[in-house]
């Protein structure tokens, strides 16, 4: 569906970002991965999209605070392909502390990964998508873009943020048959995730399924995480041709947390 479009997804060395970039080279699209990680075994998920989907993959790390990167990044995706056709800003962090007690540099950290970020690479993909009358961008919210938790101030400002910008990106791209769009996940199953409910579990003195039920499941009536392909599958609807007229939107994937 995809052949011959060309994708960015930042924050896709792991998790929720491999999870879209994978799903996105599997429809045919080439790719453009992005975020931290060993060196070797970023060139191991590079090369392994190529060969498992027979698309192109390149890298660059760039760093999502730094404009001058996040520039040079979307200057070289568009030089090795032409253009960059569908835009992913997944890239985020996250840390938690009342607000009275959140270090100033947290909060610069996250506004800017989790936000701004977004902001540039939008603007350095969005005249190319223009050109060619065509494009797709989607942003990784979160159910926090929806609602709020506490302690999580500079997290769930930026999420809200993310879904604000997506609407106003929406209205001004919406005759260039361009669409925006921000998924909003609950809790994902995630190696993050996981590394947390065992952290938690020790901490608490109680198991790691009474981690998952009793906290991390406690607002998603569902009781199940979110899974990654399952982003992965929404994220290629909203750039196939069913999903032209949706845009502006911001989509819970959270298990029915935003339902309350």
């Given at each position: 569906m995809l052949h011959g479009?060309?994708?960015l997804v930042t924050g896709s060395t792991s998790g929720i970002g491999l999870g879209v970039a994978q799903a996105l080279a599997k429809e045919g699209a080439n790719i453009i991965i992005n975020g931290l990680g060993n060196a070797d075994e970023i060139e191991k998920i590079r090369a392994s999209i190529e060969a498992d989907y027979k698309v192109k993959a390149l890298y660059h790390g760039a760093?999502?605070?730094?404009?001058?990167?996040i520039r040079d990044m979307c200057a070289k995706g568009i030089e090795a392909f032409g253009?960059?056709?569908?835009?992913?800003?997944?890239?985020?962090i996250q840390f938690v502390a009342p607000i009275d007690e959140f270090p100033e540099?947290?909060?610069?950290?996250?506004?800017?990964?989790?936000?701004?970020?977004?902001?540039?690479?939008?603007?350095?993909?969005?005249?190319?998508?223009?050109?060619k009358g065509w494009g797709r961008i989607i942003n990784i919210a979160s159910a926090h873009g929806l609602v709020a938790s506490p302690f999580k101030s500079a997290y769930v400002s930026a999420k809200?943020?993310?879904?604000?910008?997506?609407?106003?990106i929406a209205l001004e791209v919406a005759t260039e048959y361009i669409t925006c769009n921000a998924i909003c996940p609950g809790y994902?199953?995630?190696?993050?995730?996981?590394?947390?409910?065992?952290?938690?579990?020790?901490?608490?003195?109680?198991?790691?399924?009474e981690v998952v039920?009793?906290?991390?499941?406690q607002p998603q009536p569902t009781k199940k995480f979110v899974e990654i392909d399952q982003i992965g599958e929404v994220s290629v609807f909203l750039c196939s041709d069913a999903a032209q007229n949706i845009t502006g939107i911001a989509l819970p994937i959270d298990g029915g947390w935003t339902a309350r």
């Amino acid at each position: 569906m995809l052949h011959g479009k060309t994708a960015l997804v930042t924050g896709s060395t792991s998790g929720i970002g491999l999870g879209v970039a994978q799903a996105l080279a599997k429809e045919g699209a080439n790719i453009i991965i992005n975020g931290l990680g060993n060196a070797d075994e970023i060139e191991k998920i590079r090369a392994s999209i190529e060969a498992d989907y027979k698309v192109k993959a390149l890298y660059h790390g760039a760093d999502m605070t730094r404009p001058d990167q996040i520039r040079d990044m979307c200057a070289k995706g568009i030089e090795a392909f032409g253009a960059i056709d569908i835009l992913v800003n997944n890239a985020g962090i996250q840390f938690v502390a009342p607000i009275d007690e959140f270090p100033e540099e947290k909060w610069d950290a996250i506004i800017a990964i989790n936000l701004t970020s977004a902001f540039h690479t939008t603007k350095a993909c969005l005249p190319g998508m223009k050109k060619k009358g065509w494009g797709r961008i989607i942003n990784i919210a979160s159910a926090h873009g929806l609602v709020a938790s506490p302690f999580k101030s500079a997290y769930v400002s930026a999420k809200h943020g993310i879904v604000g910008m997506t609407k106003t990106i929406a209205l001004e791209v919406a005759t260039e048959y361009i669409t925006c769009n921000a998924i909003c996940p609950g809790y994902v199953n995630t190696p993050l995730v996981q590394n947390q409910i065992r952290d938690q579990a020790k901490v608490h003195g109680i198991s790691e399924t009474e981690v998952v039920e009793k906290i991390m499941m406690q607002p998603q009536p569902t009781k199940k995480f979110v899974e990654i392909d399952q982003i992965g599958e929404v994220s290629v609807f909203l750039c196939s041709d069913a999903a032209q007229n949706i845009t502006g939107i911001a989509l819970p994937i959270d298990g029915g947390w935003t339902a309350r």
